[in-house]
């Protein structure tokens, strides 16, 4: 049985305050989206942030190999997680799970 990962994003937040004090401008900013998902088979999927995914990949290598179950019983599903991208000015949280080809 083959598995993919989907990946939903749940919440996107912006922290104008500290991107005001702390950052300087930059021209590329997330453009993630709430309800948007992607779908992994292991590999970052098309148009998802690189920085947002070497956070997540090894929950998603994790997952596909049939693991779960972060932290003890963290999670309600097992087969999943709740996860934030690294970016303190605007993170965005990501729900991850498992899933297999015939639910995809």
């Not at 990962?5 to 300087?24: F, H, S």
């Not at 292991?42 to 290598?61: H, I, M, Q, S, Y």
């Not at 994790?62 to 693991?67: D, I, K, N, P, S």
Request: net charge neutral; with cysteine; charged share 25%.
């Amino acid at each position: 049985m083959t598995r993919k990962c989907k990946i939903t994003v749940m919440r996107v937040a912006r922290y104008d305050d500290l991107i005001a004090k702390y950052e300087n401008p930059i021209s590329n900013a997330c453009d993630m989206r709430v309800g948007q998902i992607f779908w992994s088979d292991g590999n970052r999927p098309r148009g998802f942030c690189k920085n947002a995914w070497e956070t997540l990949f090894p929950f998603v290598d994790e997952l596909l190999r049939g693991g779960g179950r972060f932290y003890g019983d963290w999670m309600k599903d097992s087969h999943s997680a709740m996860l934030s991208c690294n970016d303190g000015f605007r993170p965005v949280s990501f729900l991850i799970q498992a899933v297999d080809d015939n639910e995809a």
